[in-house]
Nanobody, 114 residues
Framework: VQLQASGGGLVQAGGSLRLSCAAS????????MAWYRQAPGKQRELVAT???????NYADSVKGRFTISRDNAKNTVYLQMNSLKPEDTAVYYC?????????WGQGTKVTVSS
């Protein structure tokens, strides 16, 4: 599996962005997909996950503002980010997991200006 993230950019506080992560290969529908982020000088943190059964979980800091979703027909996972805050500024990475598989995308940068 190879992952290609896109959709990052510069947005003002209160704005929205939608990140996409396209996966190559087969078996996407079986994967647990996740978005992580890493802000400058900080450790990478989990933002949201979605299982093969469409169960989702979120970090407390993004609950009610971010929505993770997946389209198995397009082998793509999305992260809709609303009401963005300057503290959401980070490089966002998508991740795919299934048993021993643990793959990362290249990251897409999100900058939220105040």
């Amino acid at each position: 599996v190879q992952l290609q993230a896109s959709g990052g950019g510069l947005v003002q506080a209160g704005g929205s962005l939608r990140l996409s992560c396209a996966a190559s290969g087969t078996g996407f529908r079986f994967l647990t997909m996740a978005w992580y982020r890493q802000a400058p000088g900080k450790q990478r943190e989990l933002v949201a996950t979605i299982t093969s059964g469409y169960r989702s979980n979120y970090a407390d800091s993004v609950k009610g503002r971010f929505t993770i979703s997946r389209d198995n027909a397009k082998n793509t996972v999305y992260l809709q980010m609303n009401s963005l805050k300057p503290e959401d500024t980070a490089v966002y990475y998508c991740n795919a997991r299934l048993r021993s598989l643990d793959e990362w995308g290249q990251g897409t940068k999100v900058t939220v200006s105040s």
